[in-house]
């Protein structure tokens, strides 16, 4: 974006406001000086879409290139140049979209793109259906070899690259509802990890999957001394719904809470602050059949001990926890594990953790031909899931296995107690086949020999004697499996899995799924249905049927890529019918997204109370208000802490932003249309401030028009930062107005243009301030201060409080951290921007103001400080004056209260209203 564009821009923001004051002139039947002529009104109607759309296609080519860029295996390696390309290539933007009354309807119908092809069956239940994977959240260049990203510099001990399972992760969700409407949504899980990346705009976390096994502890070092951690906590793996709370995992790491209707990130799970700070949890907790308790263990391969194993009520509670394996040094990697009636089964495979592996430049995480694997036996109370000490039985050879599919406990002919435990069987596959060189020639080697391939294998553990019976089960190369999940650690008999297609692995050295296998675990059968060339399916999520008659009465439902095409291809939801997959997909529900090839999925079926609160949340009860009664000092309790927050900053500051420049009080005969603090007697306290002479001029035109004027300035602000406060502050003193276009983390929308107007695709230095009547673009407080002091207050020098380094002390009292300053989630754009009367110092004002950089939304901000000719004007407009005011042009609502305002906002441009 040029500056001729930019002026564009804020002209066509200007027209905007200029019709609304002619229509609000309309509206009270008074003349104005100021009314837009045709010509300008078909600018609006002409540029505004294209300007909102160009710089929305802008934003996110700037902020996550999704095409002409192909990674070379020189600049990524092997493995991040095919995981950062074709649907493996990130997606940028997050959305929602709706598809209305389409159940019975064989056809194809559109709405907000979302499209449905067949029939969705009648008896399918209402739920959702998601899935998340890793999608790292910035431009692919930064995904280089480490150093040669933007803003990033190499150990110069070793080469780190890029690995697919430390990317953010992402969630992709379908929500099926009663009424027959179908809503997509796929949301970042804006983890501690996401929000401080997204701060720095750019990647802070050196790789460790793929790094050299010289620059390895370096690394690790460097992440933990940068951020506190030593490892990327990405929540990209696995989602599981528990105790009400929908669970998004990843191995390591502490578990992470999103909103099961939303997807908004809630927080870290704490489970009612039952659960130990720090205490990871592991990628696939299990459900106990006996008592319905959560079983989980958390792996932690930093420090001892490196597994703990513990349960979670199904009041959402921890209990039992035991820790295990307190070496001081080394490790075995874990990642699944299977519970049965009476045990917890966990598996020591043969990827063990040897840090002593990097004095001779080696990786510390190996495939261990010597080490035997062994699986460990824990008792668990069938009531209070209290475990008991481990028992060992060893494995005939090493191997390694990333998912199991089910255990259950039999008797044999002897009456003898045998754990039958089936799982997919790869013996260090995936840590070669992933590895940043030299990962084609392996897997083609290895694919030569078939003897590593990941397969369905089945161990039968002989608890009295030991014993450990193992044998391969079919040799069709699978991964991912599931099964019906009321029968997780009861025995069943089928299990369903995505076909590995060992074309795109040797060549690509991609993991893509070219069919669907059913496994008759009883009959050793297996039905297997090829997707068509160019069609790759995800992970298979079993649905049972209401009152089912059988184990495999339901349905198979999972996204499915179409790589033939424009672009990258398109993506959809399939429903298959689980007892005769070979039929087909039934229906086909593409999104409006990519959804590229991931991890896990998750089924969580809905309630009608969650219906209900699905519906009618966001329902808006505003339309038909004008202005609302303003109440002074009111707050509600969940706001408390916001403000207390928001009053310790202003104290911290001293108050700055509360009077203009040149504040001085004065006594005046009294005359109701003026505001004033105190009056009595006929007299009132008359206060006066000092403004340049551009205000002075636009003064006396707001005098002669009785409408505010429209501003000159364009301001890209993040809350929690110093350098935006002390800008907002003198935007405040020298009482000037400016078009708010916040840039909370993560967002890309007006990021984009900041990036634009500053030419710099990268990192943007913020705020950057526009002034659309020099044309001049100025970025970071310095120069944005020195601009607006020397132009609007006619050459003067900022004050020396506006300090950044102060304002930085202020925030940090108060705790307000700038890297909470995150894009929440997608919202409706208003076509003509918000207004709001505030004043930087207000508690109150400060909370709209975080609500409204959260959702991204712009809005005009008119300065309200003490002595501001503004606090005339809103009590001649409302009859009083209090602050926060907001005026929404696009409904005509007007509303004072904090909380009403937020209230307001959220259920008119959020996108579940």
């Not at 431009?139 to 803003?151: E, S, V």
């Not at 609160?613 to 707050?635: D, G, R």
């Not at 400016?738 to 710099?760: D, F, T």
């Not at 109150?844 to 400080?865: G, H």
Request: overall charge neutral.
């Amino acid at each position: 974006m040029n500056v001729i564009a930019a002026r564009t821009n804020v002209q066509v923001v200007k027209v905007k406001h200029r019709c609304e004051v002619a229509q609000s002139a309309f509206n009270r039947r008074r003349p104005t000086a100021d009314v837009p002529t045709n010509e300008e009104c078909e600018l609006v109607q002409r540029e505004s879409p294209r300007r909102v759309a160009t710089a929305s296609k802008q934003a996110e080519v700037t902020l996550l290139s999704v095409k002409n860029i192909y990674p070379t295996d020189t600049d990524y390696g092997e493995h991040a140049a095919a995981f950062l390309s074709g649907n493996f290539t990130p997606v940028g933007r997050e959305c929602t979209a709706v598809l209305s009354d389409v159940r019975d309807q064989d056809q194809i119908l559109k709405n907000d793109r979302v499209q449905l092809t067949g029939t969705i069956p009648v008896d399918f239940p209402t739920g959702q259906f998601a899935y998340v994977g890793p999608n790292p959240k910035f431009p692919l260049n930064h995904y280089k070899k480490w150093g040669d990203g933007p803003g990033q510099r190499a150990s110069g001990l070793g080469i780190g690259w890029h690995h697919w399972f430390e990317g953010d992760g992402m969630i992709f969700a379908l929500t099926f509802k009663a009424d027959g409407s179908i809503i997509y949504r796929n949301r970042y899980v804006r983890t501690d990890s996401w929000k401080l990346e997204s701060m720095r705009q750019t990647r802070i976390f050196r790789p460790l999957m793929n790094a050299d096994g010289a620059t390895f502890l370096y690394n690790a070092a460097c992440n933990f001394v940068e951020t506190g951690s030593f490892l990327k906590d990405s929540a990209n793996t696995a989602l599981f719904y528990y105790a009400g709370k929908m669970l998004s995992l990843q191995d390591t790491q502490d578990p992470w809470e999103v909103d099961p209707h939303t997807l908004k990130t809630v927080g870290r799970c704490t489970f009612n602050g039952s659960f130990p700070l720090k205490l990871p949890f592991t990628a696939h907790p299990k459900i106990a059949p006996s008592n319905g308790d959560m079983i989980f263990f958390g792996f932690n391969p930093v420090s001892p001990p490196h597994c703990t194993i513990g349960a979670i009520t199904p009041s959402g509670n921890v209990r039992a926890l035991k820790p295990l394996w307190s070496s001081i040094v080394g490790s075995i990697f874990m990642h699944d594990f299977v519970v049965t009636n009476k045990y917890t089964i966990l598996y020591e495979g043969s990827m063990d953790i040897e840090p002593v592996r990097q004095i001779i430049g080696r990786h510390p995480l190996q495939y261990n031909e010597n080490r035997i694997a062994r699986f460990g036996l824990l008792p668990r109370d069938e009531v209070n899931s209290k475990h008991g000490d481990v028992v060992w039985y060893d494995c005939s050879s090493a191997q390694s296995v990333f998912h199991f599919v089910n255990a259950w406990e039999e008797i044999d002919e002897n009456d003898n107690l045998v754990i039958v435990i089936i799982g997919v069987r790869e013996d260090g596959f995936f840590h070669n086949a992933l590895k940043a060189k030299g990962a084609r020639d392996w897997i083609k080697s290895a694919t030569l020999k078939q003897e590593p391939i990941p397969r369905m294998h089945e161990w039968r553990i002989s608890v009295g004697s030991g014993a450990v019976e193992e044998t391969f089960l079919f040799n069709i190369a699978v991964e991912t499996p599931r099964i019906n999940d009321a029968y997780g650690g009861k025995r069943n008999r089928y299990a369903y899995a995505g076909r590995i297609h060992t074309e795109s692995l040797v060549e690509d050295a991609q993991l893509k799924f070219n069919g669907i296998v059913k496994f008759d675990l009883h009959e050793r059968k297996q039905q297997v249905y090829e997707h068509a060339p160019g069609i790759y399916g995800m992970e298979p999520q079993f649905i049972a049927r209401e009152d089912a008659d059988s184990e495999d009465d339901g349905w198979l439902v999972m996204y499915i890529h179409d790589e033939n095409g424009p672009d990258l291809g398109t993506s959809y939801c399939a429903i298959f019918d689980a007892r005769n997959i070979m039929a087909g997909p039934l229906a086909k529900i593409a999104v409006p997204e990519r959804v590229p090839y991931g991890a896990h999925a998750l089924w969580m079926p809905l309630s009608n109370s969650t219906e209900a609160t699905l519906s009618s949340s966001a329902a808006n009860t505003y339309q038909s208000v004008k202005i609302n009664a303003p109440k002074k000092y009111a707050f509600r309790a969940e706001q408390i802490e916001d403000l207390l927050k928001a009053v310790t900053v202003g104290v911290a500051r001293g108050a700055s932003g509360l009077f203009m420049h040149g504040w001085r009080p004065g006594v005046k005969k009294d005359s109701p249309e003026y505001y004033s603090f105190a009056r009595s007697f006929g007299m009132r306290l008359a206060e006066q401030g000092r403004v340049g002479s551009v205000r002075k001029k636009e003064i006396l035109d707001e005098i002669y028009t009785g409408f505010p004027a429209s501003p000159k300035l364009v301001l890209y602000d993040i809350e929690g930062n110093s350098e935006c406060k002390v800008v907002r502050e003198a935007l405040s003193i020298l009482d000037i107005c400016c078009l708010i276009k916040p840039c909370p983390h993560g967002a890309v929308r007006h990021q984009g243009e900041a990036a634009a107007l500053v030419h710099n695709t990268e990192t943007v230095k913020f705020p950057v301030l526009l002034d659309v009547s020099t044309g001049d673009v100025f970025s970071g407080a310095k120069e944005i201060l020195n601009h607006l002091y020397i132009v609007y207050l006619d050459g003067a020098r900022p004050p020396s409080h506006l300090s950044t380094k102060a304002a930085d002390i202020a925030l940090r009292v108060g705790g307000k951290k700038e890297v909470d300053s995150c894009y929440a989630s997608p919202t409706k754009m208003p076509v003509v921007p918000l207004t709001l009367w505030a004043y930087e110092a207000s508690p109150f004002c400060a909370v709209v103001r975080d609500k409204l950089c959260e959702m991204e939304l712009p809005y005009i901000l008119r300065p309200c400080a003490r002595a501001s000719v503004r606090r005339d004007q809103l009590q001649k407009r409302t009859g009083t004056f209090q602050v926060p005011y907001l005026e929404d042009p696009n409904t005509n609502v007007n509303l004072f209260e904090s909380a009403e305002i937020i209230e307001y906002i959220e259920s008119q441009y959020g996108v579940e209203s």
